[in-house]
Nanobody, 127 residues
């Protein structure tokens, strides 16, 4: 089985910064896209940013110029640097990948998990 585990959330004042991390665990073979979503109270979950294994990035308009996504493929880890935070950035941030290919030691083959989500980490920005 594979898991995504986030860390790095917390309480910060407006204008401050945080760094979120998300690491995939298990016998990972490959992960193409890794991304961050967020869900604010009473709102739908939305894409914040994602990045391919080749380093191509995509950002929501609301975070362009303030947030930076990066990854370490060898560590199966994706980061989100949040700068110049605003109260409207307050949300639970979730790590996601559409597909993880891993080695199934029980069946002795490669398997894949689809739409894998982390447990979420809360970011609260005070005004």
């Amino acid at each position: 089985q594979v898991r995504l585990v986030e860390s790095g959330g917390g309480l910060v004042q407006a204008g401050g910064s945080l760094t979120l991390s998300c690491t995939a665990s298990g016998s990972i073979f490959s992960i193409n896209v890794m991304g961050w979503y967020r869900q604010a109270p009473g709102k739908q979950r939305e894409l914040v940013a994602d990045i391919t294994s080749g380093g191509s990035t995509n950002y929501a308009d609301s975070v362009k110029g303030r947030f930076t996504i990066s990854r370490d493929n060898a560590k199966h880890t994706v980061y989100l640097q949040l700068n110049n935070l605003k109260p409207e950035d307050t949300a639970v941030y979730y790590c996601n990948t559409p597909e993880i290919i891993y080695y199934n030691a029980y069946d002795l083959r490669h398997d894949r998990d689809l739409e894998v989500w982390g447990q979420g980490t809360l970011v609260t920005v005070s005004s």
